[in-house]
């Protein structure tokens, strides 16, 4: 405002503090002269309300200013401004309370060097002229109340601010009603919840002399005289949120439609959702809101004129903000003082028009991507102005899940399926319904074990009302098979949706969009039990079938692309599946957005194969960068950003700084705990990490006493064959090994082969990487030819199972040929790394880590059998690229140089 007035170019410059009655203009003014009452020869307070009284300001002007001597017959207004235009000094005129710039342009000064502050609620001033006086920001107002009403408690002080929309005018008057009563902030607080009319009529502001109830009335009454249209549309709005309406969306139906039009289509919505009773007695009972609504929609503008003129009106008396985009806001005050001058009955006729109006443009789909945007809009008034138990509520809830908001969405559910179960009863289709989505989000919000038996409830339910093979039917145990897998059931989950395949096929047919998606989860379930190739030769022939069907982009599709790309790297192609990743991100990208929750898990699986595919620190930088958006999209303890941290401290690890993933571990340990308790699956893998990373960072005793203390844990939490306890004796094996207990390592691989080959099969990839250690550990003993031995035992059947290319097979062989050089036949070992390496090349690349090794090994049996100059050489071009790829300081680019200065010394 003061740089407004010191730049003004015209003389007197005038700048008008407009806004809301009570929003602190007059006070702002004075404070204006008090603080610069230095820098003016004059100031001066004229009241500008009525024309009249504002008269009579100039005439005591003019008498003070000695101009009425001698000349009483002049208007005092002419006598003032000519005064005014003759002074060389500066002055400053507030004229307060302006009703508009019409009726006030007459006693503006013309000419002379001064300034004029105006205070209007009217918004109808120059655009050059005019400042408009928000509210007060939280912190000040919060600071405002605790300082009026003697208190400190500046929580509940934020909470008397926002329930007051930091209006300095109510702050003020609630601080002194605090202070006349004794009032705490939440015993005012809960006043303020159920009496609120009467609460702000109570309370004297210093200084001013009208309430919060009174000093908006002569605008109400301004309105309902000059205006009816203009104070229907306020009352209307004043049922949504205070946040900005969309107004024009809003009443654009009403251009299109009669009233009875928008009737009848919110009552085949409501219908269609399942919301209307059948017996005649209720129907009428549910149509009244209806038919309240039909009377008042009546009063509403319904033409751009007639709007345009309403809302003109309305910003007159600044009881709205300034449209922009057709949107406007309203004060919460306004809008709870406008609803409290009606009767209840009227009050809810309003509240009922403004949901039939809400309900009229919601989007029809409201998981289509597209129509995000307008449902994201107007959320904040579907959950003011809705019924739990409305179909727009339902459709809001829908949104939020599809859009990746599982926990709003989780919320919405539990309100709608108890509205529900209180009106129609808990069995009733539309209860089920929301039973059944609310038993969805909470699965996807991470608690699968309530999801799982929210189904497992719901089963006999459905199939006692519909049917064993209605479809609604068939969704529940298509659901219940999924979190049953979820839950770490994974043969029983396959078993589930094998047996329901054919159930779909026959009742639905076999191209239908619910049959595909149990032959996507049938494939899933059968990669997630061992049979990678199999998995990922199920979506190779699906998803021709989901584009024929559904579309090339539909989220089905999508799905279903991205689970071929798992399957295909788990099957041994680390970089196809990266390579399928990156070319489905920009696609998700674009349909989802990039906070999307599917997004991020794409990006944190294209993060997990490109480490897979040979470069640990790229995945550790995406994940690293992944990470900040997960925490604000999801929250710091959300599981798939718990899933995030652990990733990262795994291939910061990978990366070559196994301390920092260790200590990675460490802090996320203590997290999990205490999101997901000690004995969740997640801590434990957690807990199996800081293990792992532990021997790696060079404590192979403490890794294996954690390993250790781990074990029995997960042997009664998980059972002692789940696949993660197996896993655990497979690691407390080794770090057992790395301590120098060969015989003890050799012997519990031994035990655990027998297991792993009951459980799993003799052929499953982790009976066969039990095996590969046995061998290891064999060799470790001092038999290296039987490690040979049963390696090259181990090879065929990997090359059979897992294919000749996959990095378990290439892996067996490298250790097939480090064996039999140490039995003795560096020749043998040297031929068998020179026909690996161009495979390895092929497969993973040149800069793979295991490539790297093979070229390392070649170099070291080149040299130990006999050609200590060529040794060198394969040293000499291997180490710049370990040091480009690694890092200088890596361990396995030491051990190169070291080789090399070894073998340079004997060529």
Not at 385 to 399: E, I, N, R
Request: charged share 20%.
């Amino acid at each position: 405002m003061r740089e407004r007035l010191v730049a003004g170019v015209t003389e007197p410059c005038v700048v008008v503090i407009y806004g809301l009655g009570g929003v602190g203009k007059t006070s702002l003014a004075l404070e204006y002269a008090h603080r610069h009452q230095q820098e003016y020869q004059l100031v001066w307070q004229l009241p500008a309300a009525d024309p009249a009284v504002l008269s009579g300001a100039f005439a005591r002007l003019a008498a003070l200013l000695g101009l009425r001597e001698g000349a009483a017959v002049a208007d005092p207004v002419d006598q003032v401004h000519a005064a005014l235009a003759a002074r060389t000094d500066p002055w400053l005129l507030i004229f307060d309370n302006a009703p508009e710039g019409g009726a006030l342009r007459p006693f503006l000064p013309p000419a002379g060097p001064g300034h004029v502050l105006v205070t209007s609620r009217s918004g109808n001033w120059p655009r050059e002229q005019s400042l408009e006086l928000p509210v007060l920001e939280p912190g000040p107002a919060a600071a405002l109340v605790q300082a009026r009403s003697g208190q400190e408690d500046a929580e509940a002080a934020a909470a008397v601010v926002a329930e007051l929309g930091a209006l300095p005018l109510a702050l003020e008057q609630a601080a002194a009603y605090m202070a006349e009563t004794g009032l705490t902030l939440p015993e005012y607080l809960d006043l303020l919840d159920h009496q609120r009319a009467a609460l702000l009529a109570q309370g004297q502001a210093w200084g001013y002399p009208e309430r919060v109830t009174t000093t908006w009335q002569l605008a109400f009454q301004n309105l309902a005289r000059t205006s009816s249209r203009a104070i229907a549309l306020l009352r209307a709005l004043s049922c949504y949120s205070d946040d900005a309406i969309p107004y024009h969306l809003l009443l654009s139906q009403l251009e299109r439609c009669t009233p009875r039009e928008l009737f009848g289509a919110d009552l085949r919505r409501q219908r269609a959702y399942g919301r209307l009773q059948s017996a005649r007695v209720r129907l009428f009972r549910d149509f009244r809101p209806w038919l309240s609504a039909l009377a008042v929609l009546q009063e509403l503008p319904r033409d751009p004129l007639t709007l345009n003129a309403a809302i003109s009106a309305l910003r007159v008396h600044s009881l709205i903000g300034l449209p922009m985009d057709g949107m406007v806001s309203v004060h919460r005050l306004v809008q709870a003082v406008t609803l409290d001058r009606l009767a209840p009955h009227e009050r809810q006729r309003w509240h009922d028009a403004a949901a039939v109006l809400l309900e009229s443009v919601l989007p029809d789909d409201p998981t289509h991507a597209g129509d995000w945007p307008r449902y994201a809009q107007l959320l904040p008034h579907i959950l003011t102005v809705l019924s739990p138990t409305s179909a727009g509520m339902d459709k809001a809830a829908q949104y939020l899940g599809a859009s990746g908001d599982y926990r709003t969405a989780r919320r919405l559910y539990r309100k709608i399926r108890d509205a529900l179960s209180a009106r129609f009863g808990a069995d009733h289709p539309s209860t089920l319904t929301a039973r059944q989505a609310l038993a969805r989000w909470t699965g996807e919000l991470g608690d699968a074990g309530s999801a799982r038996r929210q189904y497992a409830a719901l089963l006999p339910v459905r199939e006692r009302q519909l049917g064993a093979e209605h479809p609604d039917t068939l969704t529940v145990r298509h659901e219940l098979a999924r979190w049953t897998g979820e839950l770490g059931d994974a043969a029983s989950a396959r078993d589930q949706y094998a047996a329901l395949l054919p159930v779909r096929e026959r009742v639905q047919g076999a191209d239908h969009p619910n049959t595909l998606t149990i032959r996507h989860e049938l494939a899933r379930w059968t990669g997630e039990l061992g049979d990678a190739a199999a998995a990922r030769d199920q979506y190779a022939a699906l998803i021709p079938i989901w584009e024929r069907v559904q579309g090339i982009d539909h989220p089905d599709t999508l799905t279903a692309r991205a689970n071929l790309a798992q399957w295909t790297g788990e099957a041994g192609n680390a970089a196809a599946a990266r390579d399928r990743y990156a070319a489905l991100l920009p696609i998700r990208e674009h349909l989802l957005g990039p906070d999307h929750p599917v997004t991020l898990t794409l990006r944190a699986n294209l993060a997990q194969w490109t480490g897979e595919a040979g470069d640990p620190a790229a995945a550790r930088d995406q994940y690293a960068a992944l990470l900040p958006v997960s925490e604000r999209v999801l929250g710091p303890e959300h599981p798939g950003t718990l899933t995030t941290r652990h990733s990262l401290a795994q291939w910061t690890g990978q990366a070559g700084d196994p301390v920092a993933a260790r200590d990675q571990y460490a802090a996320l340990l203590p997290v999990r705990r205490r999101v997901s308790g000690p004995e969740h699956p997640g801590t434990l893998t957690t807990q199996a990490n800081l293990a792992q990373w532990t021997g790696r960072a060079g404590d192979p005793a403490a890794a294996r006493d954690q390993y250790a203390a781990l074990l029995p844990v997960q042997e009664r939490v998980q059972g002692p064959e789940h696949p993660s306890t197996l896993t655990n004796r497979h690691e407390l094996a080794r770090w057992t090994g790395e301590l120098g207990e060969a015989v003890s390592a050799h012997q519990q691989y031994a035990a655990l082969v027998a297991v792993r080959e009951r459980i799993s099969g003799p052929d499953h990839p982790d009976t066969l990487t039990i095996r590969h250690e046995l061998a290891r550990w064999t060799g470790a003993l001092g038999d290296a030819a039987a490690a040979r031995d049963q390696y090259a035992e181990l090879v065929p059947i990997r090359e059979r199972v897992q294919g000749i290319d996959h990095p378990d097979t290439l892996t067996a062989r490298a250790n097939l040929a480090q064996w039999t050089g140490q039995a003795g036949d560096p020749a043998a070992a040297r031929d068998q790394c020179a026909a690996l390496l161009p495979v390895r090349e092929r497969v993973l690349g040149p800069d793979h880590p295991s490539t790297l090794i093979t070229r390392h090994e070649l170099a070291l049996w080149t040299g130990q059998s006999g050609d200590a100059a060529s040794a060198r050489d394969q040293y000499a071009a291997l180490l710049p690229i370990k040091e480009r790829v690694l890092g200088p300081d890596h361990p396995a680019t030491r051990s190169t140089r070291e080789q090399l200065v070894y073998w340079a010394e004997r060529a």
